[in-house]
């Protein structure tokens, strides 16, 4: 748990995982969950982020940030 000042927010990054679904990383902070879908995504950003601060410490605001790579033929 962290025990630090109240934060505004926390980003996380979100990628298509290589064996299907959506993992999440926070930036700044020891977070990281995974899902099969964007609903399921939500919820375990938000019990992860419950879990990993302590009561009263956590951000207001959790913004997921996709990231998404394309390949193209040269």
Known sequence: MDTALPQSEV???VEEA???GLLARA???SIF???DSLDELRTAVRDAVA???DEG???KV???HFV???VISA
């Open 33 to 35: 969950t995974e899902a």
């Open 18 to 20: 290589p064996e299907g």
């Open 62 to 64: 959790i913004r997921l």
């Open 57 to 59: 410490t956590g951000p």
């Open 11 to 13: 980003v996380f990054l």
């Open 27 to 29: 930036l700044g902070a």
């Open 68 to 70: 998404r790579d394309e």
């Open 51 to 53: 879990a990993h601060f």
